[in-house]
């Protein structure tokens, strides 16, 4: 199976800034980021998009989003207010094939999102 590009920054075989790693999870500065921070927090298990997510994977997405938490704290975002983002399919916006959750922050967020 190819590998997809997320499990390849993981791999370190494209390299990253990483912020945080764990058995479970892998967080990295996003290449373009639309926020003054913008970091990618993501599954090791590559889990396509959260659509494919199975029950058995409960696990990994409560400690995903508890670690993006975690995540928002340690780069100084948890004062201020961030926002978590998970594009899923076409509309939704997902490029890449391998679910990620974006952590946004260091200004004002608009509502709705574009
Ligand atoms: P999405 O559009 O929700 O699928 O998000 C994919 C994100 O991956 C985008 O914000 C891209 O900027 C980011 N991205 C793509 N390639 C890289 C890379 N090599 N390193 C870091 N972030 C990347």
Redesign the pocket.
Known sequence: MTKT?FER?IARE?P?QIVYEDDLVFA?????P?APTHV?IVPKKPIARIAEAAATDHQTLGHLLLKAAEVAEKIGLKESGYRLVI?NGADG????PHL?C?ILGGRKMAWPPG
Not at 28 to 32: E, N, S
């Open positions: 590009l920054i494209i990253s990295f500065k996003d290449i373009t639309q990618l594009n916006g997902e490029s890449v990620h974006h």
